[in-house]
């Protein structure tokens, strides 16, 4: 139900995963498409989008108009200072912003706890070996985590790839997809997460988080 199926092949591998979750007066969820393989130069790639699956022990209510989900657990996280944020991430966010910027619409925003959650999942994508919206060992979907983490979010969404040894290449890929493209430059974001981890299987594991906060700063 979730998730992208791979075989193996002898070229390098590229995916692309989509996730986005908006919450206004009703919870919205995207269609699920399982893409079917593509070239782009000698690379195999997949898309895939997320439907939400059940998941236990996590209760979700609605006030005002906003989701709230609270979930047993605990998020360990590692800490994000006020650094210059390292590369490739600040190319990617520069590009990202950039993009935005032609189409008429605000840079987004680093938000320290976004930072926190996408670190994380690149992080625990690599060292786990998978490729996922949904952590299979918790459950958990990006907004699940992201809520988890105490951030209250009006909408939220992510984006992941795996396989792209470069920011560029990562973010024309995302822009390859009318998906991705679409929470890129979304106006319903106002703030984001980068994460960026080596190893595994596919090498290299990208993560965005994108979310507007329910109280605008």
Request: proline residues 6%; charged residues 15%.
């Amino acid at each position: 139900m979730m998730g992208t199926t791979n075989s193996r092949s002898k070229n390098a591998w590229i995916l692309l995963g989509l996730f986005t979750l908006t919450v206004s007066l009703a919870l919205v969820w995207p269609d699920h498409v399982e893409g079917h393989p593509a070239t782009i130069g000698f690379h195999e790639v997949k898309i895939s989008s997320v439907l939400s699956g059940d998941r236990t022990a996590i209760a979700s209510s609605f006030r005002d108009g906003y989701l709230t989900i609270t979930t047993p657990y605990t998020v360990y996280l590692p800490i994000i200072t006020q650094a210059p944020l390292p590369e490739p991430l600040n190319t990617l966010l520069v590009l990202i912003n950039t993009e935005r910027q032609k189409h008429g619409l605000p840079p987004l925003r680093i938000n320290s706890v976004l930072m926190q959650v996408a670190q994380a999942h690149s992080q625990n994508m690599a060292e786990r070996g998978f490729f996922d919206h949904v952590d299979p060992a918790t459950g958990l979907g990006p907004c699940e985590r992201i809520s988890g983490a105490g951030y209250a979010f009006r909408t939220c969404a992510e984006n992941i790839a795996a396989g792209y040894r470069t920011a560029e290449a990562v973010f024309q890929a995302w822009m390859s997809s009318s998906g991705h493209r679409a929470n890129l430059l979304s106006p319903d974001f106002t703030e984001i997460g980068l994460g960026y981890a080596e190893g595994g299987f596919y090498r290299y594991y990208w993560t965005v988080n994108l979310a507007c906060p329910q109280e605008i700063r």
